[in-house]
Protein backbone atom coordinates (compact mmCIF):
# COMPACT_ATOMS: atom_id res chain seq x y z
CA UNK A 1 0.00 0.00 0.00
CA UNK A 2 3.34 2.39 0.28
CA UNK A 3 3.19 5.16 -2.28
CA UNK A 4 5.17 4.38 -5.43
CA UNK A 5 5.40 7.99 -6.78
CA UNK A 6 8.80 8.93 -7.89
CA UNK A 7 9.30 11.44 -4.57
CA UNK A 8 12.49 12.53 -2.68
CA UNK A 9 12.30 10.68 0.44
CA UNK A 10 13.09 14.00 2.35
CA UNK A 11 10.59 16.24 0.52
CA UNK A 12 7.61 13.83 2.07
CA UNK A 13 7.83 15.68 5.28
CA UNK A 14 5.84 18.85 5.14
CA UNK A 15 6.89 21.23 8.02
CA UNK A 16 3.40 23.12 9.30
CA UNK A 17 4.99 26.67 10.02
CA UNK A 18 2.69 27.87 12.39
CA UNK A 19 4.28 30.35 14.04
CA UNK A 20 2.76 34.17 15.01
CA UNK A 21 4.86 36.05 12.76
CA UNK A 22 7.75 36.27 9.48
CA UNK A 23 10.28 36.91 11.89
CA UNK A 24 9.91 33.19 13.81
CA UNK A 25 9.60 31.66 10.79
CA UNK A 26 12.41 32.87 9.53
CA UNK A 27 14.42 31.75 12.79
CA UNK A 28 12.87 28.75 13.00
CA UNK A 29 13.77 28.02 9.28
CA UNK A 30 17.15 28.77 9.82
CA UNK A 31 17.22 26.19 12.70
CA UNK A 32 15.86 23.53 10.74
CA UNK A 33 18.25 23.78 8.16
CA UNK A 34 18.47 21.26 4.88
CA UNK A 35 16.02 19.14 7.80
CA UNK A 36 12.98 20.59 5.50
CA UNK A 37 12.27 21.06 2.27
CA UNK A 38 8.76 21.75 2.40
CA UNK A 39 6.79 24.92 4.50
CA UNK A 40 3.12 24.66 4.49
CA UNK A 41 2.33 28.26 5.68
CA UNK A 42 -1.06 28.86 6.72
CA UNK A 43 -3.72 31.23 7.81
CA UNK A 44 -2.08 32.86 10.95
CA UNK A 45 1.43 33.78 8.71
CA UNK A 46 -1.12 34.84 5.81
CA UNK A 47 -2.97 37.34 8.16
CA UNK A 48 0.27 39.23 9.52
CA UNK A 49 0.57 41.00 5.83
CA UNK A 50 4.27 39.44 5.23
CA UNK A 51 2.83 36.03 3.33
CA UNK A 52 4.21 36.05 0.01
CA UNK A 53 7.22 37.96 1.03
CA UNK A 54 8.17 35.35 3.54
CA UNK A 55 7.00 32.30 0.62
CA UNK A 56 9.60 34.34 -1.35
CA UNK A 57 12.24 34.26 1.11
CA UNK A 58 11.63 30.27 1.64
CA UNK A 59 11.41 29.93 -2.51
CA UNK A 60 14.40 32.15 -2.59
CA UNK A 61 16.11 29.51 -0.37
CA UNK A 62 15.12 26.58 -2.24
CA UNK A 63 12.34 25.54 -0.54
CA UNK A 64 8.97 24.82 -1.96
CA UNK A 65 5.76 26.04 -0.64
CA UNK A 66 2.56 24.42 0.57
CA UNK A 67 0.08 27.67 0.65
CA UNK A 68 -2.41 25.91 3.08
CA UNK A 69 -5.28 29.16 2.30
CA UNK A 70 -8.16 26.55 1.63
CA UNK A 71 -10.00 28.37 -0.76
CA UNK A 72 -13.68 28.60 -0.69
CA UNK A 73 -15.62 31.04 -2.93
CA UNK A 74 -17.41 31.32 -6.37
CA UNK A 75 -15.38 29.37 -8.68
CA UNK A 76 -14.44 32.26 -11.08
CA UNK A 77 -12.98 34.02 -7.47
CA UNK A 78 -11.13 30.43 -7.01
CA UNK A 79 -10.32 30.52 -10.44
CA UNK A 80 -8.78 33.88 -10.52
CA UNK A 81 -6.80 33.49 -7.34
CA UNK A 82 -5.44 30.29 -7.92
CA UNK A 83 -3.70 31.91 -11.76
CA UNK A 84 -2.48 34.56 -8.68
CA UNK A 85 -0.89 31.60 -6.68
CA UNK A 86 0.01 30.12 -10.14
CA UNK A 87 2.17 32.77 -10.62
CA UNK A 88 3.84 33.16 -7.24
CA UNK A 89 5.81 29.38 -7.79
CA UNK A 90 3.72 27.33 -4.64
CA UNK A 91 3.93 23.85 -5.01
CA UNK A 92 0.91 22.89 -3.20
CA UNK A 93 -2.54 24.68 -2.97
CA UNK A 94 -5.49 23.88 -0.51
CA UNK A 95 -9.32 24.44 -2.00
CA UNK A 96 -12.27 23.80 0.47
CA UNK A 97 -15.16 23.67 -1.67
CA UNK A 98 -17.75 21.55 -4.10
CA UNK A 99 -17.32 20.49 -7.44
CA UNK A 100 -17.49 23.81 -8.98
CA UNK A 101 -14.66 25.82 -7.18
CA UNK A 102 -12.41 22.84 -7.42
CA UNK A 103 -12.64 22.05 -11.04
CA UNK A 104 -11.93 25.82 -11.42
CA UNK A 105 -8.88 25.84 -9.76
CA UNK A 106 -7.90 22.59 -11.56
CA UNK A 107 -8.07 24.06 -14.91
CA UNK A 108 -6.07 27.20 -13.82
CA UNK A 109 -3.58 25.79 -12.06
CA UNK A 110 -1.05 24.89 -15.11
CA UNK A 111 2.03 22.11 -15.02
CA UNK A 112 3.71 23.20 -11.62
CA UNK A 113 1.16 24.01 -9.01
CA UNK A 114 -1.05 20.95 -7.27
CA UNK A 115 -4.29 21.82 -6.40
CA UNK A 116 -5.39 19.75 -3.11
CA UNK A 117 -9.03 19.28 -2.23
CA UNK A 118 -10.00 19.10 1.55
CA UNK A 119 -11.51 15.95 2.08
CA UNK A 120 -12.92 16.76 6.19
CA UNK A 121 -10.39 18.56 8.92
CA UNK A 122 -8.49 16.07 11.25
CA UNK A 123 -9.93 17.94 14.08
CA UNK A 124 -13.27 16.38 13.46
CA UNK A 125 -14.55 13.01 14.40
CA UNK A 126 -18.18 11.38 13.83
CA UNK A 127 -20.02 13.61 16.55
CA UNK A 128 -18.65 17.30 14.69
CA UNK A 129 -20.16 15.76 11.39
CA UNK A 130 -23.12 15.41 12.97
CA UNK A 131 -23.42 18.63 14.61
CA UNK A 132 -22.32 19.83 10.80
CA UNK A 133 -25.60 17.92 9.47
CA UNK A 134 -23.45 15.31 7.15
CA UNK A 135 -25.89 11.90 7.74
CA UNK A 136 -22.67 9.71 6.43
CA UNK A 137 -19.40 8.48 8.19
CA UNK A 138 -16.49 10.27 8.48
CA UNK A 139 -14.78 7.72 5.96
CA UNK A 140 -17.46 7.67 3.29
CA UNK A 141 -17.29 11.41 3.45
CA UNK A 142 -13.93 11.79 2.78
CA UNK A 143 -14.10 9.06 0.27
CA UNK A 144 -16.68 10.95 -1.50
CA UNK A 145 -15.06 14.29 -1.44
CA UNK A 146 -11.62 12.68 -2.83
CA UNK A 147 -13.34 10.99 -5.60
CA UNK A 148 -15.22 14.27 -6.91
CA UNK A 149 -11.38 16.01 -6.59
CA UNK A 150 -10.07 13.48 -8.46
CA UNK A 151 -12.54 13.31 -11.02
CA UNK A 152 -12.95 17.11 -11.78
CA UNK A 153 -8.28 17.49 -12.24
CA UNK A 154 -7.52 18.00 -8.54
CA UNK A 155 -3.83 16.12 -8.20
CA UNK A 156 -5.20 14.70 -4.85
CA UNK A 157 -6.33 15.89 -0.92
CA UNK A 158 -5.77 16.57 2.30
CA UNK A 159 -7.01 13.71 4.23
CA UNK A 160 -6.39 11.78 7.78
CA UNK A 161 -4.05 8.84 7.70
CA UNK A 162 -6.79 7.00 8.95
CA UNK A 163 -8.64 6.86 5.49
CA UNK A 164 -5.64 6.81 3.33
CA UNK A 165 -5.59 3.09 3.01
CA UNK A 166 -9.23 3.22 1.69
CA UNK A 167 -8.68 6.47 -0.59
CA UNK A 168 -5.49 4.31 -2.26
CA UNK A 169 -7.61 1.15 -2.63
CA UNK A 170 -10.46 2.70 -4.49
CA UNK A 171 -8.96 5.80 -6.43
CA UNK A 172 -5.74 4.13 -7.20
CA UNK A 173 -1.72 4.96 -7.29
CA UNK A 174 -3.05 8.90 -9.01
CA UNK A 175 -4.51 10.22 -6.63
CA UNK A 176 -1.47 12.80 -4.64
CA UNK A 177 -2.49 11.89 -0.54
CA UNK A 178 -1.64 14.80 1.79
CA UNK A 179 -1.92 13.60 5.56
CA UNK A 180 -2.03 15.93 8.58
CA UNK A 181 -2.49 15.17 12.07
CA UNK A 182 0.57 13.25 12.61
CA UNK A 183 2.14 12.48 15.92
CA UNK A 184 5.30 10.09 16.38
CA UNK A 185 5.13 7.64 18.72
CA UNK A 186 7.47 9.31 21.41
CA UNK A 187 5.06 12.41 20.91
CA UNK A 188 1.28 10.87 21.20
CA UNK A 189 -0.50 13.80 22.41
CA UNK A 190 -3.14 14.77 20.18
CA UNK A 191 -4.16 18.51 21.13
CA UNK A 192 -6.80 19.37 19.16
CA UNK A 193 -6.46 16.77 16.47
CA UNK A 194 -8.88 13.53 17.03
CA UNK A 195 -7.87 11.60 13.98
CA UNK A 196 -4.32 11.07 13.85
CA UNK A 197 -1.68 8.07 13.18
CA UNK A 198 1.78 7.43 13.58
CA UNK A 199 4.36 8.39 10.83
CA UNK A 200 4.95 4.64 9.83
CA UNK A 201 0.97 4.20 9.78
CA UNK A 202 0.52 7.19 7.47
CA UNK A 203 2.54 5.40 4.65
CA UNK A 204 2.06 2.35 4.85
CA UNK A 205 -1.70 3.61 4.41
CA UNK A 206 -0.63 4.95 1.31
CA UNK A 207 0.15 8.55 2.13
CA UNK A 208 2.76 10.43 -0.24
CA UNK A 209 3.42 13.22 2.20
CA UNK A 210 3.22 13.74 5.72
CA UNK A 211 2.23 17.52 7.23
CA UNK A 212 3.87 17.73 10.63
CA UNK A 213 3.52 20.89 12.66
CA UNK A 214 3.66 20.75 16.75
CA UNK A 215 5.88 18.25 17.34
CA UNK A 216 8.88 19.33 15.44
CA UNK A 217 7.92 22.93 16.59
CA UNK A 218 7.96 22.71 20.49
CA UNK A 219 10.58 19.99 20.95
CA UNK A 220 12.99 21.16 22.53
CA UNK A 221 15.76 20.45 19.43
CA UNK A 222 13.43 21.10 16.39
CA UNK A 223 15.98 19.98 13.67
CA UNK A 224 17.03 16.85 16.02
CA UNK A 225 13.08 16.33 15.77
CA UNK A 226 12.83 16.91 12.24
CA UNK A 227 15.72 14.68 11.65
CA UNK A 228 14.03 11.68 13.59
CA UNK A 229 10.95 11.74 11.26
CA UNK A 230 13.26 11.88 8.65
CA UNK A 231 14.66 8.37 9.50
CA UNK A 232 11.34 7.23 10.30
CA UNK A 233 9.93 8.12 6.73
CA UNK A 234 13.07 6.33 5.40
CA UNK A 235 12.59 3.04 7.56
CA UNK A 236 8.72 3.30 5.96
CA UNK A 237 9.50 3.65 2.54
CA UNK A 238 11.95 0.87 2.74
Keep these: MTSDKIIPARERLIFAMDV ?3 AAARALAERLGDSVTVYKLGLE ?3 TGEYFPLADWFMARGKKVFADIKLFDVPETVRRAVRQARERGFTFLTVHGNDGMLRAAAEEKGDRLKILGVTALTSLD ?3 LDDLGFACNVEELVLSRARRALAVGCDG ?4 GLEAARLRQ ?3 PRLMIVT ?3 RPVENRPVDDQKRVVTVPDAFHNGADYIVVGRPIRDAAD ?3 AAERIQQQIADALG
Design 222 to 224: PRE
Design 126 to 128: RGD
Design 45 to 47: LFF
Design 157 to 160: VVSS
Design 20 to 22: PDP
Design 170 to 172: ELG
Design 180 to 182: PGI
